[in-house]
């Protein structure tokens, strides 16, 4: 079937800073309407840039407050990776919320898929090669990043809602928990909920 002309155009309104008509409430990577993982990878990193040039320029300083984190990042493919590790960087208080397994999209490609034809360069890593781009290479340098002490990563917990209250603080709402933020990043892509065969063997790393 043929896709409508409107699938091409719904795409969400954003800013050159990525963000949405919310303030604080960015998108980036797929859902925005790049899929290149480079694109994800340097919007998630600006993203963090523009909340902590916000968070330094206000006055008075936002005292940090226990339970509020600075930036709350939705995803944890490429675009919530880069944004995470910038936020170390920054040394924001921040936490990620991943409803899957880390590492997104790309850990349902096909083996040894190249998945970056350019380098591209992580916070606080530099810049990967352009060799070093398959798919195994990618999982691997998340597996790094996974036991970093400072990747605040939550997995498994799906975001069913975000409200924005009149102090201008989100609250992000888990099935389980919710979280307070001053600024949240949504690095969803689009892959949605694949609907699965439920059969035996549909999991193993051979089947596409």
Not at 20 to 37: D, P, R
Request: charged letters at 25%.
């Amino acid at each position: 079937a043929m896709a409508s002309p409107s699938m091409g155009a719904d795409m969400p309104r954003l800013t050159p800073e990525y963000e949405t008509t919310i303030q604080n409430l960015f998108i980036v990577g797929e859902l925005g309407g790049l899929a290149l993982i480079k694109n994800a990878v340097n919007q998630g990193r600006d993203c963090v840039d523009v909340i902590a040039r916000r968070l330094a320029e206000l006055r008075p300083p936002a005292p940090p407050v226990p339970g509020i984190y600075d930036v709350l990042i939705v995803g944890a493919g490429p675009a919530g990776i880069s944004a995470s590790l910038r936020a170390i960087e920054h040394k924001l208080h921040y936490i990620t919320l991943e409803r899957d397994e880390v590492g997104g999209t790309v850990a349902k490609f096909p083996r040894q898929k190249l998945v970056m034809t350019s380098p591209v360069e992580f916070p606080t890593y530099g810049k990967f090669k352009k060799t070093e781009l398959s798919k195994e290479h990618l999982l691997a340098f998340w597996d790094m990043v996974l036991n970093r002490a400072d990747f605040n990563v939550c997995a498994d917990t799906n975001v069913e809602d975000i409200r924005k209250g009149a102090d201008g603080l989100f609250t992000v709402m888990s099935p389980t928990n919710h979280y307070r933020a001053r600024a949240v990043i949504l690095g969803l892509g689009r892959s949605g909920t694949p609907r699965k065969l439920g059969v035996k063997g549909e999991a193993l790393a051979k089947v596409m």
